[in-house]
């Protein structure tokens, strides 16, 4: 009977170790120095480096070969890259607010309990606060932290300053259903007092009802007349156009009346 019991304990142990360590897990991605991103849960972090499971398979990558963690995508906004150019280490919360800090422990169930080491001191925080963790500059042109630089566009290219403090702006080009248009984008904008973004969008939450729903807040969109919008962000591939009529440049939010700042985009025309 003890014999028996002790085997039950120990089934009813594993089983319940088992469902910790399925819960004690969050979707994320991981980007090497190298490039490389690898869509994996992220369980633990050690003396050996961030314990992670891929496919199912555990697996530990060193935390020397980590440019940053993503559990919100969105590209890093011209401060963070600043930071992490100028050898920061710096943690952008979901709410936009970017702190200088280097993460030193994760642990606990979902959501993760991730502690960041402050010059103000130690803090923690739960995966659901994070967006990304930034640690090095990933490989890249020029440096950039794993997004391709922004590439030069061609010679005769319009370039147009995009005001976040309005949601769309005329570029004056009347464009052809199926013509293909080359963006180049860049800067840096305020789409809250406490809350930058890129041309790829900010990770904060929005109030209401973005134009373009499947990206960030802040982020570059465009459209056709009154037609849909569409994303722009930091794509620099040739984008067939929707339809016929003007082409507008735009900030996916749905207030603008407290955003600041522009970005600069250079329009490129490359027939069809």
């Known amino acids: 009977m003890m014999k028996r019991l002790v ?26 120095k190298s490039g490389e991103r690898i ?23 060193s935390t020397g070969d980590v440019a940053w963690i993503e559990f919100v995508g969105g590209g890093a906004s011209a401060d963070v890259q600043n930071r992490v150019n100028a050898g ?7 709410n936009g607010q970017v702190l200088e800090g280097r993460l030193s422990d994760v642990g606990g169930t979902r959501p993760l309990r991730l502690t960041v080491d402050t010059p103000s001191g130690q803090r923690d925080f739960t995966s659901n606060d994070v967006a990304q963790v930034y640690f090095a500059n990933a490989a890249g042109p020029a ?10 566009p061609p010679a005769g290219a319009q370039t147009f300053a995009v005001q976040a403090n309005q949601p769309w702006t005329d570029t004056g080009i009347t464009v052809q259903r199926g013509e293909r248009i080359q963006f180049n984008a860049s800067g840096d904008i305020m789409v809250s007092d406490q809350a ?30 009154n037609g849909a919008p569409f994303l722009v962000a930091t794509n620099t591939s040739p984008i067939p156009m929707p339809a016929n009529g003007r082409l507008q440049l735009g900030i996916n939010d749905d207030q603008h009346t407290d955003n600041t700042g522009h970005f600069t985009v250079a329009i490129t025309r490359l027939g069809r």
């Open 196 to 225: 930058s973004s890129g041309v790829g969008g900010s990770p904060i939450t929005p109030g209401g009802r973005l134009p373009f729903p499947g990206a960030g807040v802040g982020a570059l969109i465009a459209r056709v007349g």
């Open 143 to 152: 440096g950039t932290s794993g997004q391709a630089a922004a590439a030069q």
């Open 88 to 94: 920061q280490q710096v943690v952008v919360l979901r």
């Open 7 to 32: 085997v039950m304990t120990g089934i009813v142990l594993s089983g319940w170790l088992g469902g910790a360590a399925l819960l004690a897990q969050e979707p994320s991605t991981i980007v090497l």
């Open 39 to 61: 869509s994996a849960d992220l369980v633990d972090m050690n003396n050996s480096g961030l314990a992670v499971r891929v496919n199912g398979q555990d697996r530990t990558i």
